[in-house]
């Protein structure tokens, strides 16, 4: 089962920032957060990671809180083209599973 | 970096028959593989991983069976096809350490 709690779907203004919140209470110490999005009919696509500290890189930021039981991916610019589903996953490199939770799907709107 | 090579990216097969659908990976070695199966205006359901050749785990009963006979190949197959097995077949692999996945474009699949 899925480790993670996202809401089913936001919406976002174009070129406003879009905060995408996941919840994940159960996080053990060597896991890691993911997060992963998937436009329609392709691969998803990796976004970013970290363990406790934020990240950023040209797509995104990612906060973490400070207990790690939730975090908060921003995409600083939304454009259309970001109109997708995003998946926050949680995950150790000594864990073979993958598993994905159902995801938010963030529409953005002109 | 990793490449994934997933073929056939749509494919239609009657009710009954087999299927093969092959993954390929180019750019790492000894990877996690995963198969994962989407149902139209579904999540991504796991159906099986492999950490290492020859080692499969399989997370669904189902129609369907997986095989690794190289390092960098994981194959997805059934004998007999039911229309339930129709969906978007996704496959992804994952190198050593904290890295992340990486997803093929994936195939179609339509049972009729």
């Known amino acids: 089962d899925a480790k993670t709690t996202q809401p089913p779907s936001m919406d976002c203004a174009e070129g406003r920032a879009a905060n995408l919140p996941c919840n994940h209470s159960?996080?053990?110490?060597?896991?890691?957060v993911y997060w992963y999005r998937q436009i329609h009919s392709q691969g998803p696509q990796y976004i970013i990671h970290g363990l406790k500290n934020n990240e950023t890189n040209e797509m995104a930021s990612l906060i973490i809180t400070e207990d790690r039981k939730s975090s908060t991916l921003i995409l600083p610019h939304a454009t259309l083209r970001d109109t997708a589903v995003y998946y926050c996953?949680?995950?150790?490199?000594?864990?073979?599973?993958?598993?994905f939770g159902q995801g938010t799907t963030l529409q953005v709107k002109p | 970096s990793q490449t994934i090579h997933q073929w056939p990216a749509t494919l239609v097969q009657p009710v009954g028959s087999p299927l093969s659908l092959e993954c390929t990976v180019e750019g790492t070695s000894n990877p996690n593989l995963y198969w994962y199966r989407q149902a139209a205006g579904r999540g991504l359901q796991l159906l099986f991983y492999s950490v290492g050749i020859g080692q499969i785990s399989s997370e669904v009963p189902q129609n369907l069976s997986a095989s690794r006979p190289q390092d960098r190949q994981f194959i997805l197959s059934s004998k007999k096809l039911l229309l339930s097995d129709s969906g978007f077949y996704l496959c992804a692999c994952r190198g050593q350490g904290n890295t992340e996945a990486f997803f093929g474009q994936g195939t179609r699949l339509t049972v009729v």
């Open positions: 996953i949680v995950w150790a490199s000594n864990t073979g599973k993958l598993i």
């Open positions: 159960t996080i053990s110490g060597n896991e890691y």
